[in-house]
Structures are given as structure tokens and as C-alpha cells.
């Protein structure tokens, strides 16, 4: 039986809170973050996934907008035959 190679593990937990995305976008300040929560695990380089994680999240804010009541009520309006 052989063992399996090694790979690099990757966590992946999305969040939505801007700033700290804005805050950990910079990988030396995203290691120290790991570093000083996880001192026993020597983290090496890390990549931010979460935007990865859920592609058509943009599109939540046009769906919103779409289905909101006066939106859906100027729509009907510009498109009535007056």
C-alpha cells in the first residue's frame, strides 16, 4: 500500500462582509491572519476561493432590482401602448 501524495489543503468558507474580503485581499496580511489563529499549522500561501465559490452572486443585486414592486411598475408602464 502506498500513501498518497501530498496536496496542499484548501478551505473554502465564502463571506460577505466587504471589508474584511477588502482587508484579507493582500496574501502577507491573509497569512498572518491563519498564522496567528492556526500557530500550530505552518500555512505557506493561500488564495482567496469565495468569489470562485458562487459565480452568479452579482447577479442577487440586478435580481433584486428587477423584482421590486416600483421597478415592475415603471416596466408595465413603458411598455403599455400609450
Do not use: C, W
Amino acid at each position: 500500500m502506498t500513501a498518497a501524495p501530498l496536496s496542499p489543503q484548501i478551505y473554502g468558507i465564502a463571506t460577505y462582509d466587504a471589508i474584511f474580503k477588502y482587508i484579507l485581499s493582500d496574501e502577507s496580511t491573509r497569512l498572518s491572519f491563519f498564522n496567528a489563529f492556526l500557530p500550530d499549522l505552518k500555512i505557506m500561501s493561500s488564495t482567496r476561493v469565495d468569489e470562485h465559490m458562487n459565480p452568479i452572486q452579482d447577479l442577487q443585486l440586478l435580481r433584486n432590482f428587477l423584482y421590486r414592486e416600483d421597478t415592475v411598475r415603471t416596466m408595465n408602464r413603458l411598455t403599455s401602448s400609450h
